[in-house]
């Protein structure tokens, strides 16, 4: 579901984001820019507690083990994008922009075009059926049934306030998630020291 299956996103236009194996990834330049050196350090030691073989990165299995990633369905889905293609691991580089991209430091918008993204397997800028559905059970999927999030995906592609009934637009998209709610799903406080 989600990335895994998705075909490759193409790079970011935003210069911060450029460079990764896909979608909303900071440059290394950016992502150290943006922590300070405490901050960091923190992050490197908190990396180096799960690289148990040095240096070969972090599986993914541990990583969304890591106490800030577990349960959270949004981050099972985003984290692919940052892991090695070649390895499905988690690297310190990686490790360290995924955590800014997680961070107060990265703003709504972007963790919304990187959600759309991670869920537009198309490669399309609307979602339809397929992608609503998926989006709604990667955050429903273990409350309700697939029956209610059926419903719920015909219910929202039917919304009034839509252009066109049937599909969302990126625009869309990003009208329909309320910033706090970006917030709330997708930050994460790591224990690093504030500055």
Do not use: W
Request: with cysteine.
């Amino acid at each position: 579901m989600g990335n895994a299956n998705g075909p490759a996103r193409a790079a970011a236009s935003n210069p911060a984001q450029q460079g990764g194996h896909r979608g909303a990834r900071q440059t290394d330049d950016y992502a150290y820019a943006t922590f300070s050196t405490r901050q960091r350090q923190a992050l490197q030691r908190r990396y180096q507690t799960y690289d148990r073989h040095e240096n070969q990165g972090i599986p993914l299995d541990v990583c969304l083990a890591m106490p800030e990633f577990a349960g959270n369905k949004l981050i099972t889905i985003l984290i692919h994008d940052y892991l090695d293609p070649n390895t499905g691991r988690l690297h310190l580089q990686d490790f360290i922009k995924f955590c800014l991209f997680l961070s107060p430091y990265t703003s709504p918008e972007e963790k919304k075009k990187a959600l759309f993204e991670s869920f537009n397997v198309y490669g399309t800028d609307t979602f339809t059926h397929d992608e609503i559905f998926r989006l709604y059970k990667v955050l429903l999927g273990h409350v309700v049934s697939d029956d209610h999030i059926l419903a719920l995906t015909f219910q929202t592609l039917r919304h009034p306030s839509l252009r066109k009934q049937g599909q969302i637009t990126k625009d869309e998209f990003f009208k329909m998630i309320p910033d706090t709610e970006m917030e709330e799903k997708l930050t994460v406080c790591f224990n690093i020291p504030a500055s």
